[in-house]
């Protein structure tokens, strides 16, 4: 299952930079989007979400942006901080068909001080 | 923070025995979701439930999957007769409402199962 792609399965960055992590899905019909974040051995924690109608959310430190001709999203963190270090998942959803979410691989960042 | 809460938070079991994995669901959420996660790959969608039925279900929740809530707070996951591919970190989750927009799906920190 491809529909959701992070190609990135690293990436690391240096405290108070930007983190921008990258996600490519192939699903036409996906209209809404989400980044969690996880730490070793606990769960998904949610981040933040955007759906299809706009084309940038933002949240304090994060900010989303979808490219929906390109079915590409990003997750920007700026200014990047060591605790920030983790996995982050985009995952995406057809809201019509409920709210099953369809995961990427996930990228490991790390931020170091 | 409200929090789902999964046990056991790691189980052993011979290959052909049955599992059953509990989840406390945060106590005002109607909507409730398996995910698992085996090692080194996605985290995949098993199974939704809401109003004491199945709302949707992947092509992994096959009939030697189960769910149920059995009384007002825990929301459980069987698998009759386990396999070595089932071996995973299982997530319960659990959201307000059914769709995304204005919500959120909170995950629990998983029941890692190995089938030996």
């Known amino acids: 299952d491809q529909q959701v792609k992070q190609n990135s399965p690293s990436l690391s960055v240096q405290e108070g930079r930007i983190s921008i992590l990258n996600c490519d899905y192939t699903?036409?019909?996906?209209?809404?989007f989400l980044w969690y974040k996880k730490y070793p051995a606990e769960g998904p924690t949610f981040l933040i979400s955007?759906?299809?109608?706009?084309d940038k959310n933002e949240d304090g430190r994060f900010t989303v942006f979808l490219n929906k001709s390109a079915k590409h999203l990003s997750l920007h963190i700026v200014p990047s901080q060591p605790g920030d270090s983790a996995v982050y998942f985009c995952?995406?959803?057809?809201?019509?068909?409920?709210?099953?979410?369809?995961f990427g691989e996930g990228t490991q960042l790390t931020v170091n001080p | 923070e409200p929090e789902v809460t999964q046990t056991p938070s790691h189980q052993v079991t011979q290959m052909g025995q049955e599992v059953i994995l509990r989840c406390v669901p945060i106590?005002?959420?109607?909507?409730f979701y398996w995910y698992r996660q085996i090692l080194g790959q996605k985290v995949e969608f098993l199974v939704s439930?809401?109003?004491?039925?199945?709302?949707?279900k992947s092509e992994i929740f096959d009939d030697q999957f189960s769910v149920e809530r059995p009384d007002g707070s825990n929301f459980t996951l069987k698998i009759r007769s386990t396999k070595l591919e089932d071996s995973a970190m299982y997530f319960c989750?659990?959201?307000?409402?059914?769709?995304?927009?204005?919500?959120?799906?909170?995950f629990g920190e998983g029941s890692w199962l190995t089938v030996v």
């Open positions: 995952a995406a959803s057809e809201e019509t068909s409920g709210s099953r979410l369809t």
């Open positions: 989750a659990s959201s307000e409402l059914g769709s995304l927009s204005g919500n959120t799906i909170y």
């Open positions: 699903n036409s019909m996906f209209d809404y």
């Open positions: 439930f809401y109003n004491n039925e199945i709302s949707e």
């Open positions: 106590s005002n959420h109607l909507y």
């Open positions: 955007i759906s299809s109608i706009k």
